[in-house]
């Protein structure tokens, strides 16, 4: 037997979503970024320059050291981890089944002073900017920020706000 379901949305009160919407009354949803999974080829440079370099808090390091759970992570922000999968987790047979070629870029911010301090920490490992600095639209409006990559190959964005810059047009194509 088939069974209708019917949903009905209840009026959200005005927000920032709201103000988005614009005349287009949709729905807009609303999400936070709980974590991203990068495939590390080399768990312990991984671990190194997330912990290391980009100086993100190991979670679960220890823990999976031991055998007792299959991944370790860091933190982002409170609400925010990545998971490094070890390559045992992911390498297959068929490169069709693994998911890799997915994922473009993430972006992290900060402040200025960390962003350059990342800038010489890159620099005294012999980590290369792929790009920038330049100035480039993200989620706060137009910041600038460089472009380079970790052991496994992924690349990551790395970018700071300055207020009084943060809603200029961007004079890049990003």
């Given at each position: 037997?088939?069974?209708v379901?019917?949903?009905?949305?209840?009026?959200l009160?005005?927000?920032?979503?709201?103000?988005?919407?614009?005349?287009?009354?949709?729905?807009?949803?609303?999400y936070?970024?709980?974590?991203?999974?990068i495939?590390?080829?080399?768990?312990?440079?991984?671990?190194?320059?997330?912990?290391?370099?980009?100086a993100?808090?190991?979670?679960?390091?220890?823990?999976?050291r031991?055998?007792?759970?299959?991944?370790?992570?860091?933190r982002i922000?409170?609400?925010?981890?990545?998971?490094l999968?070890?390559?045992?987790?992911?390498?297959?047979?068929n490169p069709?089944d693994?998911?890799?070629?997915?994922?473009?870029?993430?972006?992290?911010?900060?402040?200025k002073s960390?962003w350059?301090l990342?800038?010489?920490?890159?620099?005294?490992n012999?980590?290369?900017?792929?790009?920038g600095?330049a100035e480039?639209?993200?989620?706060?409006?137009t910041?600038t920020?460089?472009?380079?990559?970790?052991?496994d190959?992924?690349?990551?964005?790395?970018?700071?706000?300055?207020?009084e810059?943060?809603d200029?047009?961007?004079?890049?194509?990003s």
């Open positions: 037997m088939n069974q379901i019917q949903v009905a949305f209840l009026p009160p005005a927000t920032f979503y709201d103000k988005i919407a614009g005349a287009d009354r949709r729905i807009i949803m609303k936070a970024m709980d974590h991203i999974v495939n590390a080829v080399d768990i312990d440079a991984t671990l190194y320059f997330y912990t290391e370099i980009l993100l808090p190991g979670e679960r390091v220890e823990e999976f031991a055998n007792l759970v299959p991944f370790p992570s860091v922000t409170e609400d925010t981890i990545i998971d999968f070890p390559k045992k987790m992911w390498e297959k047979t069709d693994v998911c890799r070629p997915n994922l473009n870029h993430f972006c992290l911010s900060t402040n960390d350059v990342l800038q010489k920490k890159l620099e005294n012999n980590i290369p900017v792929d790009d600095p480039r639209w993200g989620a706060h409006g910041g920020s460089i472009y380079f990559r970790d052991p190959g992924n690349v990551i964005e790395v970018r700071y706000y300055q207020h810059k943060a200029h047009p961007c004079v890049l194509t």
